[in-house]
């Protein structure tokens, strides 16, 4: 062993510094965005790389990441709003001292450089605080030509300034990284500021602009402009403005960003988790950020639901994707300068920051709007204020820009409306927004120069991509023939074959009726059907639903339905493994699970507090996936604990989803899907007052469910003394809600709610939180409730604390 150690050892050291990746780039020299492996340096600690970063598709930015977060962490960008494309882009060390990053699609173009020069010999090494330097080295004595240090994109590590020529500039967004709309500087008064800059607009939103620095502690003399974080978490800054991290003290990697929400944080490493948590934030009301939400809307923040927009009535999104586009009037402006067309809407506890026309003081409302309407088109409305002597102040505002609900403040805002919108308008005064998220990335189409040389790999591409075709005609022309044959012939065998390729299975009448001994074993009913225990052929326990439904559909129809839910696959939803069509005979055929369901569980105290609060997430994780984000692929309709089922594990998976579809057809074409689906108790408000059926419904049976999981009462289960005539599920919401906010014990809301069967063993911040979430859940406007994959949002946040 020792003598093949002894023997390899040369070649070895031969290999490593020829394969592996060093700290420093020397002139002439060039790193290649088409070797993203080997063309990478890796500073000295192992800590930071730089090397091209993929920033979308076939886009590159030659950046610097953390290396020891689970995802790779970006810290700093050559070129973040010019991404250079994947072939033949490279960054290239030139002998006179120049760094060039160049973009070979266009030849030679130069896309970003450190313009610097040098006599001397250079190298660009990465160091071991993640600062990138190009310099030049005379005995020991180092000379910084430049450094990404100076340069900052969204990020400050440990010990880089912000100075009067490096601000940070936030990501757009958390998946697009060139320049966003936030900006932390310092101003000509020497003071450190974030501001809110788009194309259009800028506003100053931190310190506050509404007061002086000097009453936000911070002093305008120090010209020095130079502010910095240190390893331990303390930040201090030329103006006095200064912080320690919640973990100060404790010297951890950390980064200072300023996020793509507009808020500055500090993140600090946690090294066994490997992930980045929050160690600070500055922190004025999340709304209070300008540029959130554009003209003519609303900002409104939400501890677990974080911050969301709303247009204001009368208007609707520009652009339901991108809320920094505000809304735009859905009426037809009549003659602006006709009084007798206008009237205002109030708007209660509301705030509209800046873009004041003029301010006066006037006695009462009515003069205020005898000002606006005198202005014509300059007045879109105003902030209407009491300002301590006696009279109010009129704000005038030309245009309505940052406004959010802020219960502290003592002034209403007035909007100008004609009158025909709000006569006619049953909108609320203000709605909710579409939360779909953008698309994540976008192709950057280039052209390549023709390459002449890959003549043999271009060969062996095809060759390749021809046996590969080959081979999926082959599968295609064995499956189509198995199919075929499997349709003619009846015999079990061929169709056996069809599940290892499809893993969607068709059953005959007489299998089914002999894998449940005649449908003797029982063990649920309910979503228009009976669910038998049965053994199937090769011997896999299934639990078979018979549905009881009069069904006239068609076999089509109904395969076109199963296949839909067939084709849902998700570790917290029942598989389907097959169904049987015979005549008027239709079941569907599910894996069976071992703990039954979250009912029976329930109410037979197995559960401990880990394994609900598994299921809660579980379950939230199914949904979200049945609603499909905006999609609203399935809507369940039926959640409740009957239809939660247990594995072995006790993992939940959500059954008897997508019958909506397959039961009420006919109806659902008839009256527009109204009549009473679901199970009481359960019941959104929704069926009853017969609105519009959405997603929402499943987010408040699922509110049901968790509060029935917390408390371990059924919805059917409590009485109120007086009948207030509510329904079941109210009763239950109140009784929750009057514990924790009523009376004197109210201090002990969790003791006093948790199921008796917990014996109150149950973790205090995760209790709390699924509380507020289910509550949430269950708020009668649907608007108001969160979507299934903010609940699992929500329920996941491991530094929830952190946001609040
Ligand atoms: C100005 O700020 C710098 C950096 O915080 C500090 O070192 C210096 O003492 C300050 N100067 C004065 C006059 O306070
Ligand atoms: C103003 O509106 C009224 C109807 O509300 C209309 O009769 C009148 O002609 C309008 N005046 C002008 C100048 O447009
Ligand atoms: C509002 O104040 C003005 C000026 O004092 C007065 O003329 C007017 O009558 C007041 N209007 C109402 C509705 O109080
Ligand atoms: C990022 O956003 C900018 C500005 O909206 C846009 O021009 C660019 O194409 C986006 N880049 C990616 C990769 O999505």
């Keep these: 062993m020792h003598i093949l150690n002894f023997l390899l050892l040369p070649f070895v050291l031969w290999i490593i510094p020829a394969t592996c990746t060093s700290d420093s780039l020397q002139e002439g020299f060039s790193l290649s965005v088409e070797k993203p492996t080997t063309d990478v340096l890796i500073s000295s600690n192992g800590v930071f ?64 450089s450190t313009a610097t020069f040098s006599s001397l010999a250079v190298e660009l090494k990465l160091k071991d605080n993640g600062n990138l330097v190009l310099r030049t080295l005379q005995g020991n004595t180092e000379t910084v030509l430049w450094q990404s240090f100076d340069s900052p994109t969204d990020t400050l590590l440990p010990g880089q300034p912000v100075t009067e020529k490096a601000s940070l500039i936030s990501f757009r967004s958390t998946t697009n990284f060139s320049s966003g709309f936030y900006k932390l500087y310092f101003d000509n008064d020497n003071v450190l500021r974030l501001v809110y800059r788009s194309p259009s607009l800028s506003s100053v939103y931190w310190s506050p602009p509404w007061s002086l620095p000097v009453d936000e502690g911070r ?118 300068c006709n009084r007798s067309q206008y009237d205002f809407l109030r708007l209660p506890v509301m705030e509209f920051y800046g873009y004041d026309l003029r301010v006066d003081a006037v006695f009462n409302v009515t003069q205020c709007q005898d000002i606006c309407l005198s202005l014509c088109d300059d007045c879109k409305g105003f902030q209407f204020k009491f300002n301590g002597v006696g009279t109010y102040n009129c704000y005038i505002k030309t245009m309505l820009m940052n406004g959010r609900d802020s219960p502290n403040f003592d002034g209403d805002v007035y909007i100008k409306l004609p009158k025909s919108t709000l006569l006619s308008s049953k909108d609320p005064l203000k709605h909710a927004p579409l939360n779909c998220s953008p698309a994540l990335f976008q192709t950057l189409n280039r052209i390549y120069q023709n390459p002449q040389k890959h003549t043999w790999l271009n060969f062996l591409l095809w060759f390749a991509c021809g046996i590969g075709g080959l081979e999926i005609t082959a599968i295609f022309l064995v499956w189509f023939f198995l199919f075929r044959s499997s349709r003619e012939s009846d015999k079990g065998d061929l169709r056996q074959q069809l599940v290892s390729a499809t893993g969607f299975q068709r059953f005959g009448y007489s299998e089914l009726k002999k894998a449940t001994k005649g449908f003797s074993d029982e063990i649920g009913r309910g979503g228009g059907g009976i669910v038998y225990k049965g053994v199937l052929q090769d011997n896999r326990v299934a639990a078979i639903k018979r549905l009881t439904s009069e069904s006239n559909q068609g076999e089509e129809e109904f395969l076109a339905e199963i296949s839909t839910i067939g084709m849902l696959n998700h570790m917290n939803l029942i598989d389907m493994w097959g169904y049987c069509v015979e005549g008027k005979q239709r079941l ?20 401990d507090w880990n394994k609900r609060f598994n299921i809660a997430v579980g379950t939230a994780r199914g949904l979200a996936y049945l609603h499909e984000e905006c999609l609203e692929w399935v809507l369940h309709c039926d959640v409740k604990p009957q239809n939660i089922l247990l594995d072995s594990e006790f993992q939940p998976k959500v059954a008897d989803f997508g019958l909506s579809k397959l039961l009420n057809r006919d109806e659902r074409a008839n009256s527009g899907f109204s009549r009473i689906r679901g199970t009481r108790g359960y019941m959104a408000p929704e069926w009853v007052y017969n609105l519009r059926i959405t997603s929402k419904v499943d987010v408040y049976s699922y509110g049901i469910v968790m509060l029935e999981m917390i408390t371990g009462k059924s919805p059917m289960g409590i009485h109120s003394l007086e009948n207030k005539g509510e329904t079941d599920q109210r009763r239950l919401v109140t009784w929750v809600k009057e514990k924790i906010n009523g009376g004197p014990t109210s201090m002990f809301w969790m003791e006093e709610i948790a199921d008796p069967n917990l014996e109150g063993k149950y973790d205090s911040a995760k209790f709390e939180v699924l509380v507020k979430v289910a509550l949430r859940c269950v708020e009668d406007d649907m608007k108001e409730r969160p979507s299934m994959s903010q609940v699992v949002e929500m329920l996941q946040l491991p530094q929830y604390r952190a946001f609040r």
């Design 49 to 112: 790389s730089a090397g091209f970063y993929k920033v979308g598709d076939n886009a590159f930015c030659f950046s610097v990441w953390f290396t020891k977060s689970h995802q790779p962490t970006l810290v700093w960008m050559a070129n973040r709003d010019q991404p250079v494309n994947g072939k033949s882009s490279k960054l290239t060390l030139f002998k006179n001292g120049n760094l060039i990053l160049s973009d070979a699609g266009q030849t030679g173009t130069t896309i970003w």
């Design 588 to 607: 569907l055929v599910y894996e069976y699970m071992e703990h039954g369901s979250l009912a029976q569980n329930l109410y037979s105290n197995t559960l």
């Design 219 to 336: 002093s305008t003399y120090n010209v020095s402009k130079i502010a910095v974080l240190d390893s331990f978490g303390y930040f201090s800054s030329s103006d006095a403005f200064k912080f320690y991290s919640t973990d100060y003290g404790v010297p951890r990697y950390r980064r200072l960003v300023l996020d793509p929400d507009g808020t500055l944080r500090v993140y600090s490493f946690n090294e066994d988790t490997e992930t980045w948590e929050v160690s600070w934030q500055h922190d004025p009301e999340p709304c209070a950020i300008h540029g959130v939400c554009g003209a003519n809307s609303m900002c409104t923040y939400h501890t677990y639901l974080g911050r969301s927009c709303y247009c204001l009535r009368g208007f609707k999104f520009k652009d339901p994707n991108d809320w920094s586009q505000g809304c735009e009037p859905q009426f037809t402006t009549p003659f602006s």
